[in-house]
């Protein structure tokens, strides 16, 4: 039993496709560059258009309800019959969106512009995920800590380039934007000629890993069922931290400290840059430790430093956002790949599932936040979200399964 898998293990580690893990890192980058532009241009367009809190969180709702819904859809069509040249047309739907939104002069022009980018960015995950998990030769850890970071990076450079581009230049500069959008996808063709023999290698290196420990593989529809409900919780708790500081953080620092919405722009950058340290951090550690412990590090280990946030001056402000950020940010792509491990065949369905849970629950939770900015205002929900990491506590119901050690071991 053991010499064929020690066998499959170093085939495996040899074959980690670094250079294909770092274009599609960079497609990632791409994507969420451009859909991180969305909140970074709010305090632009609400004072441009005389947008209230509500309106303001129904655009998050509306490009994220768009992100999710077509994600599951498109995963479980590409499990059966993959599409590497999907993420090629999903850009497409986010270069038309992102050059709209540059020249929509309305509210309703705006709602659609940002449901085209949500639409892009719904058929480009579900096959990106696989292909970075083809290319991964088994560290998975490693190769959606690189997916996943390039992602988290684009978030952060979006409110650095609106706050140095977008903010003097106007809502017009977002057209510029394009020309990153048309660079994914001569990236996304380079990666899709790739896409026959990567995962001609993985999935057999895949049988032979399943054929040495069956048991492993094979849970029953409880378990699984158990397990995903537990992590979509652990999501929500994480999401609705997380986008109190996607939509609000520069009202809340221009509200409560008075700085400029240039300097919102910049802090809302480093929150960003500390989720995709966070991101990889968590990723690497992954494969050391297990996905089970990072998830209740990253979920339930911020809780003291969210309760303090709300009562500090802008200097400690700062230095929490950043580490709250780049621990809570450990999570996602631990809870990603505990979901993986749970249903091995079903790669892009899981994947789909997940990236579009993590827009509609996100999305979901913007629209109840900005009703309750306007309500009782920005700095009394930041007070209340700061209880909400103790949602983690729910990682305590999850199955114990392998936890993906085994492969590189």
């Keep these: 039993m053991n010499a064929p898998t020690t066998t499959a293990t170093t085939v495996l ?64 069509y590409t499990d059966r019959n993959p599409l590497p040249y999907s993420t090629v047309v999903g850009m497409v739907f986010t270069l038309a969106g992102v050059v709209s939104l540059a020249y929509a002069s309305s509210y309703a022009m705006i709602l659609v512009s940002v449901a085209s980018i949500g639409i892009g960015s719904s058929i480009f995950h579900p096959e990106a995920t696989r292909m970075a998990r083809y290319a991964s030769g088994g560290r998975q850890g490693l190769a959606q800590g690189i997916f996943q970071v390039g992602g988290q990076f684009g978030g952060a450079l979006g409110p650095l380039l609106a706050a140095l581009i977008i903010v003097p230049r106007g809502q017009g500069s977002l057209a510029w934007f394009g020309a990153t959008a048309l660079l994914a996808m001569v990236l996304m063709v380079w990666t899709a000629r790739r896409h026959s023999t990567i995962s001609k290698h993985f999935l057999a290196i895949a049988a032979s890993i399943a054929a040495a ?23 929500f708790s994480k999401l609705a931290y997380l986008e109190s500081f996607r939509s609000f953080y520069t009202f809340y620092l221009i509200d409560r400290f008075g700085v400029s919405i240039a300097t919102s722009q910049l802090m809302l950058f480093v929150f960003f840059f500390s989720s995709a340290a966070g991101v990889l951090l968590g990723g690497l550690l992954g494969d050391r430790i297990g996905r089970y412990r990072i998830i209740w590090i990253s979920i339930l280990g911020p809780l003291p430093l969210t309760l303090l946030l709300p009562h500090v001056d802008l200097l400690w402000t700062g230095v929490l956002t950043v580490l709250i950020n780049l621990i809570m940010a450990s999570a996602f792509a631990s809870i990603l790949i505990y979901a993986m491990e749970l249903v091995p065949t079903r790669i892009g369905l899981i994947a789909g599932v997940f990236y579009g849970l993590n827009f509609g629950l996100a999305g979901i939770a913007a629209a109840i936040l900005g009703a309750m900015a306007d309500h009782i205002g920005v700095e009394a929900v930041y007070t209340l979200c700061s209880f909400l990491p103790l949602g983690g506590l729910l990682a305590w119901f999850l199955p114990q399964i392998n936890d993906g050690l085994r492969w590189h071991r």
């Excluded at 980058?29 to 258009?49: R, T």
């Design 213 to 235: 420990a069956p048991t492993d593989t094979e849970r029953s529809r409880a378990t699984v069922i158990h397990g995903l409900v537990i992590l979509t919780l652990l999501m």
């Design 13 to 76: 580690q040899a074959k980690v496709h670094l250079a294909v893990l770092i274009v599609l890192g960079l497609t990632h980058l791409i994507n969420d560059l451009i859909q991180s532009l969305i909140p970074a241009i709010y305090p632009v367009i609400k004072q441009a258009y005389a947008l209230d809190f509500v309106q303001i969180g129904m655009i998050t709702l509306t490009f994220q309800v768009a992100g999710s819904l077509l994600q599951p859809v498109v995963g479980l």
